[in-house]
């Protein structure tokens, strides 16, 4: 289970390094769009557009590898609070019910990207494309989700302590 988690990580990271490189696209076209604005007629007028679907992926490439860094955002000011066993308990809770509400969103996802494939539904503004490109990216990320949970969980597991994020304020 060690070396799966570990390649699994490997993979997490290589999907941060992915939205690095989106963030220093989106800038790059950003401030082209900008300095065209202001030394030419226009810029390039899908930038915003552009600028929007690259935040949304970001944020989904990143989502898992913050949650295995144990980066995202957590109220650890109560874990330090109480007694060890009960703040391992909680981090085990935690754990099932982010993997619970994982495999809600993977299925929700599923369906509303295979609606829209199926009805055929686009995206209109200054791009057109199908709407379920959009979709699809989003119970992907889910499921990577949904496997750091599994990991966390066994790591807990092991571990019979609260994690160590969870002493930031200690």
């Avoid at 390039?44 to 490439?61: D, G, P, Q």
């Avoid at 929700?108 to 295979?114: D, I, P, R, V």
């Avoid at 750091?148 to 092991?158: D, N, P, Q």
Wanted: charged fraction near 15%; charge should be positive.
């Amino acid at each position: 289970m060690t070396k799966l988690s570990a390649a699994f990580g490997r993979l997490l990271d290589g999907l941060a390094i992915v939205a690095a490189l989106i963030l220093f696209a989106m800038v790059t076209l950003v401030t082209g769009d900008i300095i065209l604005r202001n030394v030419a007629v226009r810029g390039f007028v899908w930038a915003n557009e552009i600028s929007e679907y690259a935040l949304y992926l970001m944020t989904l490439l990143t989502g898992p590898w913050l949650l295995r860094r144990g980066q995202h955002v957590r109220l650890d000011l109560v874990l330090t609070a109480i007694p060890r066993r009960v703040a391992w308990l909680l981090e085990a809770a935690g754990d099932v019910i982010g993997l619970v509400v994982c495999l809600a969103m993977i299925r929700f996802g599923w369906q509303m990207t295979f609606e829209a494939w199926r009805l055929g539904s686009i995206t209109i503004k200054n791009l057109v494309f199908p709407e379920w490109w959009l979709l699809a990216p989003m119970p992907v990320v889910f499921i990577l989700l949904a496997i750091e949970f599994v990991f966390r969980f066994h790591r807990i597991l092991t571990v019979r302590e609260r994690r160590q994020e969870a002493t930031s304020v200690a």
